[in-house]
């Protein structure tokens, strides 16, 4: 898909939603941020297992996530969105973390890449992928950051 089709229309939808989505993460709303799941969801997440099927699945995950941290902090940015007909693809860097029960604070970049359906009018997503650098050879996570100033998704 050419970004050139994106309906702006459907564009400012989706910065919609992908923001509710932000605010419900940042709040640690849980119904909130099912919400924003298609039923058939299939997550591909950073961690825990290797796919999350459907959106119960996904919320016993989340229902986990959400208890490691006393205050969860997700931060999207360079945010690009190609839209076309009833699907859009949404891809961005993510940096994510939160603070631990002990104080500890834990953030990190990502990659995220996010695909939505819009059924009634509604755009949910359908397919969530989270992705982490890694070294192949130690099996251990890079602590990597965005080679240029990046954007903060609005």
Known sequence: M???A????DEAQIRARLNEWVRASQAKDLDAIMASYAPDVLAFDAIGKLEFRGVEAYRK???ECLSYCEEMRFEMHDLEIAAEGGLAFCHYLARCGGTSKDGQEHYG???G???LRKTNSTWLIVHEHYSSPFDPMSGKMLNLEP???TRAAA
């Open 2 to 4: 050419a970004k050139a």
């Open 6 to 9: 994106t309906n702006a229309n």
């Open 61 to 63: 995950h989340w229902e």
């Open 109 to 111: 970049w990502m990659r």
């Open 113 to 115: 890449t996010v695909c």
């Open 147 to 149: 080679e240029h100033e």
